[in-house]
């Protein structure tokens, strides 16, 4: 015999966030407890339901760790939802997102602003060839930028 599993006590807050699509929301919550697959949850209901398409979600993660983390997830989670979809029409909008999910965003919060700078480089007064630094290449400049504020 196997035990049911008891549901978290904030799982009105997690069901909240899969399910109130006109609704913002800030989930602050500790490592392990859920963040993403709440997130994930959210973007598989908001294509299945219509609400967005794929080339329209972006999700903003801090490090290349977790936007690779995120990816997977959402690309396993969103072949699953497609699967077990009983909607014909929420099953064909799941399956359009698998077909164009290069198309959607994750990536981390610099990527993302090199996005929109790269469509607009002009307006933000950047050289269009920018490049993002790599992490050694920031805190060497970090440190060469505090070194030059204490002298």
Do not use: N
């Not at 997130?39 to 294509?47: E, F, K, T």
């Amino acid at each position: 015999m196997s035990a049911k599993k008891k549901a978290p006590p904030d799982q009105p807050a997690r069901d909240r966030i899969r399910t109130d699509l006109d609704t913002t929301f800030l989930v602050e919550a500790g490592a392990g407890s859920g963040k993403t697959r709440s997130l994930v949850d959210r973007m598989i209901a908001l294509l299945a339901s219509g609400r967005a398409e794929i080339d329209t979600l972006a999700a903003v993660t801090f490090t290349r760790k977790a936007a690779a983390e995120l990816r997977g997830r959402f690309q396993v989670a969103l072949e699953k939802a497609r699967l077990e979809e009983e909607d014909a029409a929420a099953r064909d909008r799941l399956e359009a997102a698998l077909t164009g999910l290069e198309r959607s965003f994750i990536g981390t919060i610099h990527s993302f602003c090199a996005r929109l700078l790269r469509e607009r480089p002009v307006e933000a007064g950047i050289d269009p060839d920018f490049r993002e630094l790599e992490d050694h290449e920031d805190r060497v400049l970090l440190e060469a930028c505090w070194d030059e504020y204490q002298a």
